[in-house]
Each structure stands twice: as structure tokens, then as C-alpha cells.
């Protein structure tokens, strides 16, 4: 499955570039599976995909690793009342993966 189809995301043609790259380096497969990655191989794609993802839903990040702590969530726009406030870091996919369920 393509990364488009997956989600929804158009690439710009830098990043078209990087990931053909990354294909022709044998990182990233042209079937989109990665397989047999070693910890650089790892954080290379990684920071590819992630920050695709970043910059398209506008997320900013104050730190590169999970340390485990609640997170305080500010939110806004429509139903932005059920996302904020002191969260345990685990709460915060199961809540938006159970709206997302929600929305199909």
C-alpha cells in the first residue's frame, strides 16, 4: 500500500525524492514494507515518515522520547473540551483512536 493511500498524505517532490532514495537504498521497499532495519536504518525512516506526519497535521513536539509522565493537553475547535487538561500519555491514543472509530 502506497504511503498516499495509507494517509491520505501527497507527498511534495522533495520528499517524493527522499523516498525514492531511501527505496533505492534498500530501506524502505517499493511495496512501503521496511523489514531488517538496524537502529540508524531505523531512526533515518523514522524521521522521514514522522515528520511528513508532523508537518502535515501541524504537531510540534518538545521532545524526541517518551518519558512515561502525564502530558497537559491544550486544545481547540470543535469538541476541543474532550481533549484537554492533566492525561496519562497512554489515555491519549486509546481517546483519539476511539473518536476516530467514532467518525466511521
Known amino acids: 500500500m502506497s504511503l498516499k493511500k495509507a494517509t491520505h ?3 511534495t517532490v522533495e ?5 525514492v532514495a531511501l527505496q533505492k537504498s534498500q530501506l524502505i521497499k517499493t511495496s512501503g514494507e ?5 537502529y540508524q536504518d531505523v531512526k533515518l525512516v523514522y ?3 514522522a ?3 508532523s508537518d502535515r497535521s501541524y504537531t510540534g513536539w518538545t521532545t524526541h522520547g517518551h518519558t512515561g509522565e ?3 493537553l491544550y486544545a481547540y475547535g470543535q469538541a476541543s473540551e474532550q481533549l484537554r487538561g492533566n492525561w496519562p ?4 491514543a486509546e481517546a483519539i483512536f476511539g473518536w476516530l ?3 466511521q
Open 9 to 11: 498524505i501527497k507527498l
Open 15 to 19: 520528499e517524493k525524492a527522499k523516498l
Open 70 to 72: 502525564d502530558v497537559h
Open 47 to 49: 524521521g522521514f515518515l
Open 101 to 103: 472509530d467514532n467518525q
Open 89 to 92: 500519555n497512554t489515555k491519549i
Open 34 to 38: 521496511i523489514t531488517d532495519l538496524n
Open 51 to 53: 515528520k511528513i506526519i
